[in-house]
């Protein structure tokens, strides 16, 4: 339902003068289809207030990412924890004033009292105020910077417990403060996030995590959240974001220019061959060596192996542009019938390459080249 909604409100509306535009790339989730780095608090800014039974079941839910292929990342909450403290503690409130407080002024008395007291409140504050804790939420964004470099996605608990509702009007305020203990920065940070069951206690009551990550990754974090639901994941190219590129030579893992991809932060997505009417030459007089890869319709060959590497979106045009002659990019086919960009070669330049098809691919072929000059090196003589 979640990701149903989405797909209506995630566009552009020229009424609403909040509405945004992805930028290419900004959604970019390469991890999705590969190992993923996933950030936890460190224990000591795990709160679950009193609860004895939700520390397990967030515990499962790190193992359940792990075993999804996840990697846990420790990371520092304070720096989310002290936004997060903004929202109530500071002039923010007085937005909610600016939504309601004219009609809150004429019939306060439909308005539930601790709400009422809260947005009232927030007339204390002055201009000057809202400019000083604006200047704080951006040098905390900036902060988190750090951490999303370490990360690709934050799970924390959605909430650490559960209150009746008796308890909450007994002591609203402080029991509401403890509920955001683990949201309240979200919007403010301009963030993403996504809250999916994690289980129940042994009393029937529901435990959630939540998946949160940079502005635009929504539909990352929903594919995610399906997965982490046990939901069967899409096809490979239904990447958000990113080009799907298949290497064949220089670019490979471990290759001389495998951090032309590194560089633009392309994952690996996986090692496959191409389709069966592939050719595949040493070209001559290139640095570092290149192969060339050539689509020859009707040859009913093995394949050639590659590697397909997603490649944010922003960052293809840079990539395709440093690519040179004869290389060029264009439309690959894999072994299993899905097209993705990739490594060609121009004819002109098998004048004089040599046709190394036969190997079935380029690493094969550096490993021959590198046995047959052992083996045809001189030993010295004892």
């Not at 799907?244 to 994952?267: C, D, F, I, K, T």
Request: aromatic residues 10%; contains cysteine.
């Amino acid at each position: 339902d979640a990701n149903a909604v989405w797909q209506i409100a995630q566009w552009f509306d020229a009424d609403d003068p909040y509405s945004r535009t992805v930028t290419p790339g900004a959604n970019a989730a390469p991890w999705l289809k590969g190992p993923f780095r996933f950030g936890v608090p460190d224990d000591s800014d795990l709160k679950f207030f009193g609860d004895d039974e939700t520390p397990d079941l967030f515990q499962q839910a790190i193992r359940k990412l792990q075993h999804m292929g996840g990697i846990r990342v420790p990371i520092d909450f304070g720096v989310f924890r002290d936004a997060a403290e903004l929202l109530y503690a500071g002039p923010w409130v007085a937005e909610r004033f600016a939504a309601v407080g004219d009609f809150l002024m004429r019939e306060s008395k439909g308005v539930h009292k601790v709400v009422a007291e809260i947005i009232m409140g927030s007339t204390k504050y002055f201009a000057v105020d809202a400019y000083r804790a604006a200047y704080k939420l951006e040098e905390l964004k900036r902060r988190a910077m750090v951490q999303w470099s370490l990360m690709d996605v934050l799970l924390l608990p959605t909430a650490g417990t559960i209150y009746t509702l008796e308890a909450v009007d007994a002591d609203p305020i402080r029991l509401n403060s403890n509920l955001g203990y683990y949201t309240n920065f979200v919007n403010l940070m301009d963030l993403a996030a996504v809250a999916v069951p994690g289980g129940f206690r042994t009393d029937g009551l529901p435990f959630g995590v939540s998946l949160i990550g940079p502005a635009f990754s929504d539909q990352a974090l929903l594919r995610l959240a399906g997965r982490f639901l046990g939901e069967r994941a899409g096809r490979t190219s239904e990447l958000p974001g990113c080009v799907l590129v298949a290497v064949a030579g220089a670019h490979l893992s471990g290759q001389p220019l495998n951090h032309q991809l590194m560089e633009r932060g392309a994952r690996l997505v996986k090692s496959c061959r191409t389709a069966p009417d592939y050719r595949l030459f040493a070209l001559k007089d290139t640095a570092p060596p290149k192969p060339g890869l050539v689509r020859e319709p009707d040859l009913n060959g093995w394949g050639i192996e590659v590697e397909v590497w997603s490649v944010p979106e922003n960052q293809f045009g840079g990539f395709v542009a440093a690519v040179p002659a004869p290389l060029v990019i264009g439309n690959v086919v894999l072994d299993d019938g899905q097209t993705v960009k990739g490594f060609l070669c121009e004819p002109f330049a098998l004048s004089g390459a040599v046709e190394i098809t036969r190997f079935g691919g380029w690493l094969n072929y550096l490993n021959h080249e590198t046995e047959e000059n052992v083996l045809t090196t001189p030993s010295k003589q004892l």
